[in-house]
């Protein structure tokens, strides 16, 4: 926990470094995962365009265009090459299979993709928001932690996740709501009220991260990505919910400093 | 051929249901290719978020806002639903398997997002590129069938595409980028430079869309996408090149325009 509150902290060059770091051993830990079935994504492909998408971070902003913008052309340009390349990577048809190119396509579009917004959010005048990332992704899994575990009855999907409960969902988010609240009050008042609508939204969109991440586990038949950190499994089994939020409150800071202009 | 050519003289909203149309059709057709060797993608999450997507469209532009951003937001903001949504499809692990996961997400990046920058396009203030769009995708195919019906002797692909030679290959692009430049000297001189350009770089990507489309076609098993065209196959089968074409032509468009402002 200690050297994320310092990425945090710091921001800038040191989160762009661990949110690259994460998407890298993130998308390592998923293509061996596929590897366990027996279905091989291109863990080549998928490094060089995760590395591609966080050099578009030193692109100059010009003067008359929004870096925003500019952030979002340059990521629909990769979001095209890098789909043009997981496809082309199944034209090897007496070597590869189907899935294999479907699979590399995948995981470009979920981990480095999803993993990247951490640095945009920084990259706004909103950077505190990425506290508000953490808060969701942790603290909503905290407090369902805690609010199941006295109060748990109701299995939530007893297949997929089978000690998470109902009862410890909603605690999770009442939890994370008030929690991102009480940093928006103390750290940026005027903001109070949309932290708390993020810590709801942001928790439920970590728990889909963290479901995601354990279906994917189950097929695979592994009960963790990875043994980086000891006993806590690997890269993704920490970060499957900071992931699943990142987007999610970026595009909200977007909506809210009006440049989406809806 | 004929419909084709009144859908691109008209443009704005009878290229963007023509474009829908072909987006619907084509993810149905790679969805039903998936079924054949038994994966099974969600063909209902993959037609409401095609619709979704050329939804955006109708969102108003902001005065201060240049649209091609907003249609880079908006379209981001998209892509990361649709990823999130295909992954969460994975969640029923007692029904589903990962791949029907991973094959939803990339018939969504691949079909629909490509298909959408014809509208695009349409959209910019060069919305005549849209015609290059369409000679480099067939213009390529058509002179490389003549140049390698006379000149062909090396196999390009042998295993993909057992027809194709290098010689029809060169002669393709040769083909497209002169007809493109043609095209570009009659009705936008000032581009007919860019034109021979978009020709080579388009005809190539269409290549490409082709040898994709015809990899999985093999390796799901079928001969054609679909027999919707009496004697052209399915739309995917005729589009696969345009599809591929159509983001290539976009970017440099905005790269034109000093959008990209890199």
Known sequence: MAPLLVVLYFGGIVLWIAALLIALVGVHEFCKGWNNIDVHPSKEICYVMTVLLFLTRFVPASGS?????????????WMFIAVAIGLIYGWKINERRAYDAATTVTAMVYIPFFTYHMTLIDRTEYRLFIWIVVIAAFGSDIFAYFTG????????????????????AVGGLIGSSLFAWLF????????????????????????????????FKRKMGIKDYGNLIPGHGGIMDRFDSVIFVAPVVY?????LTGILAV
Chains 1, 2 share one sequence.
């Open 149 to 168: 575990y006295f109060l748990g009855k109701h299995k939530m999907a007893p297949n997929l996740s089978p000690k998470k409960t109902i009862e410890g």
């Open 251 to 255: 595009y909200v800071i977007c909506a």
């Open 65 to 77: 265009v929004p870096a925003y913008y500019q952030n979002m052309m340059l990521m629909a340009i």
């Open 184 to 215: 928006g009050f103390i750290f940026m008042r005027e903001m109070a009220a949309v932290c708390l609508v993020l810590g709801l939204v942001g928790g439920a969109a970590g728990m889909a991260g963290d479901l995601t991440a354990s279906a």
